[in-house]
């Protein structure tokens, strides 16, 4: 069985950056892709970013591309979330999950086999 840790989240103002982890224990993560995703109060959850196992590869969703930098460090097993130029409608928790190994990387939330607990990001205006 596979447990994600995220860590990281807090408060900041808009234009802040915050970097955001995801610890993952009980299993290696080094042949599994994964992917950040939020959700807001009163919204669905929604993708935001994804890595292949290898980490050559990376998705994003529309509003990160620029902003926002998925990376890895399969030594640590650890995914990690950088934001920069935050904006208030970042507002959410936001979830790391992993997919099954050897499984490509994909922003469809029901490929995902193991979630964390989630990490607040609030942005203040």
């Known amino acids: 069985q596979v447990q994600l840790v995220e860590s990281g989240g807090g408060l900041v103002q808009a234009g802040d950056s915050l970097r955001v982890s995801c610890a993952a224990s009980?299993?290696?993560?080094?042949?599994?892709?994964m992917g950040w995703f939020r959700q807001a109060p009163g919204k669905e959850r929604e993708f935001v970013a994804t890595?292949?196992?290898?980490?050559?590869?990376?998705l994003y969703a529309d509003f990160a591309k620029g902003r926002f930098t998925i990376s890895r460090d399969n030594a640590k097993n650890t995914v990690y979330l950088q934001m920069n130029s935050l904006k208030p409608e970042d507002t959410a928790v936001y979830y790391c999950?992993?997919?099954?190994?050897?499984?490509?990387?994909?922003?469809?939330?029901?490929?995902?086999?193991?979630w964390g607990q989630g990490t607040q990001v609030t942005v203040s205006s």
């Open positions: 999950a992993a997919r099954q190994a050897y499984s490509s990387a994909t922003y469809y939330t029901s490929g995902y086999s193991y």
């Open positions: 009980g299993r290696t993560l080094s042949r599994c892709a």
């Open positions: 890595i292949s196992w290898s980490g050559g590869r990376t």
